[in-house]
């Protein structure tokens, strides 16, 4: 491509990447300069690895904004390599700019091995499932049912409801009063910090946020407390994934 920078030329004023706490995303953030007119210039964003391969593109059409952002997501995460990110703005095939920085991608704070998922289906045994509702068509119900015929101990963490699958209720993690080896979150993600922090208190060995839910600082703590994290995944899905059992 032909790189043409002229006065009044659209261009990159800053590019800033910051890789995300669950290791496999990068935020891409630009500040950008064009005068308004009818044809905006498009983007192209490229992220490579340490060995120069493309990793993940990204196009956009026409670009309206002029301080935009995006996301561009790693399958195969290098923990600490450095990953550069470059960005073009363009009018048909030629460059108007381009620029370039680099990113080094974190250690992720929550599980992304299914060996270590395998491990925490395989050597739990008794489950908190907070937030868990009576209701037999909400997620949490259903979730927490199947668990209970895989061969898990279900203790329900609900102050609303006396029992439910035939398990007393409790209505904090503080009040269980037995061991807990994991706590299975069905809580809006504001709740979070307080549940991950019942659960340190609690002595259980992993913290599991289900799908949607989803607090960065929350896992931060829990892994610095060293519980593993698992987040924005979902229990039973997993298991079935994981462990090929039926529903």
């Known amino acids: 491509m032909e790189h043409v920078m002229q006065e009044g030329t659209p261009r990159i004023r800053s590019l800033q990447a910051t890789p995300m706490p ?10 950008l300069e064009f005068a308004p007119s009818p044809q905006r210039p498009d983007l192209e964003l490229i992220l490579y690895n340490a060995r120069g391969e493309e990793v993940h593109s990204l196009a956009v059409m026409e670009v309206m904004e002029l301080r935009p952002a995006y996301v561009l997501h790693l399958r ?12 073009r703005l363009l009018a048909g095939d030629r460059v108007l700019d381009r620029q370039e920085t680099t990113v080094r991608i974190p250690e992720p704070i929550t599980v992304q091995d299914d060996e ?6 395989r050597e739990a045994r008794v489950i908190a499932v907070v ?14 049912s199947y668990l209970q015929r895989q061969g898990y101990r279900i203790i329900p963490v609900n102050p609303t409801i006396p029992e439910v699958l035939g398990e007393p209720s409790y209505p904090d993690l503080l009040s269980v009063p037995e061991p807990v080896d994991v706590v299975d979150v069905f809580r809006p993600a504001r709740y979070v910090p307080e549940i991950v922090e019942q659960a340190i208190a609690k002595g259980a060995k992993v913290i599991w946020m289900q799908l949607g839910v989803i607090h960065f600082e929350a896992a931060q703590r829990a892994r ?9 995944r979902c229990m039973k899905i997993e298991h079935q994934r994981l462990l090929r059992t039926g529903a």
């Open 22 to 31: 669950d290791g496999r995303r990068v935020v891409v953030e630009l500040e």
């Open 76 to 87: 195969q995460p290098d923990p600490g390599a450095p990953y550069q990110v470059e960005a």
């Open 116 to 121: 270590t998922l395998r491990r925490i289906l």
């Open 131 to 144: 937030g868990l509702s009576a209701d037999p068509e909400r997620p949490s119900h259903q979730v927490a």
């Open 224 to 232: 610095e407390a060293g519980l593993l994290v698992v987040m924005d």
